[in-house]
């Protein structure tokens, strides 16, 4: 488990807190909408951090060639349960190198916004490594005020309460979010994470020491981003003004 994460619940519990079943259960949102609007169509798309696939199957079902990585075990088994056939990669985002790119990348489940600097910057070198020159990345953040909006609930489509029971500082512009999750059957579980909040400001700052740039923001609350990979030109000249 990594520091600072943990979850409770029956089966298997990721390192970062996410119980395996929770994501068998939930509903896919809008997501597959979001990221059908802001790709071509037929698309080849490298999912970073695919879980259970709640997300995979409709992007493969509306015809994208989806790549789907993930670190955990029970998590890809669960996906290749889900959309057999799919092409699966076990591996770390931040050290996945598959030497070879893609017309989209998307790294969703507001992973931009882990503790740890390293750990988001590459993160986002993954993304950009694997990007084609003409391609795209989307990247899903936490929305403005979401630390402080709390406690917060809703209703997911499967019948599940989402809850958001506390933001609390852990030290150096981290929060310990404790999130609930209560389905009809009785069955619950919970999960503790870290998480940073992200200006605007800091987030493209961000992109830009990854080598991408927003082109877009893709929903009216700002959760949703499409980025693209900086021209070397672009990025030599603000490297040199920053210098």
């Known amino acids: 488990m990594r520091e600072g994460h943990q979850g409770t619940g029956p089966g298997a519990i990721t390192p970062d807190g996410c119980a395996v ?12 909408d979001v990221i059908e609007a802001a790709v071509p169509a037929g698309a080849t798309l490298l999912e970073l951090g695919c879980g259970a696939g709640r997300v995979t199957r409709p992007l493969v079902e509306r015809g994208f060639a989806v790549t789907a ?12 349960e889900r959309v057999p056939g799919v092409e699966a990669v076990r591996s770390p985002i931040e050290s ?87 389905f009809p059957d009785g069955a619950r579980w919970t999960q503790t994470f870290l998480s940073r909040p992200l200006s605007k400001e800091d987030f493209e700052r961000h992109l830009g020491e990854a080598g991408l740039a927003v082109d877009t923001y893709l929903t009216g609350d700002g959760t949703w981003v499409r980025a693209r990979p900086e021209s070397r030109w672009k990025r030599s000249r603000r490297d040199a003004e920053r210098r």
């Open 96 to 182: 996945l190198d598959l030497g070879r790119r893609f017309d989209v990348v998307m790294l969703a489940s507001y992973l931009v916004h882990t503790a740890e600097h390293r750990t988001r910057q590459a993160l986002l070198e993954t993304c950009r490594r694997h990007v084609s020159d003409d391609g795209c990345v989307l990247i899903q953040r936490e929305g403005e005020e979401w630390h402080l909006d709390v406690p917060r609930e809703r209703r997911d489509a499967a019948g599940c309460t989402v809850r958001i029971v506390s933001a609390e500082p852990v030290g150096e512009g981290v929060n310990a979010v404790l999130a609930e999750y209560d």
């Open 69 to 80: 990585v993930d670190e955990s075990a029970e998590m890809l088994h669960a996906l290749r």
């Open 21 to 32: 079943d929770v994501y068998r259960r939930l509903a896919v949102g809008n997501e597959p």
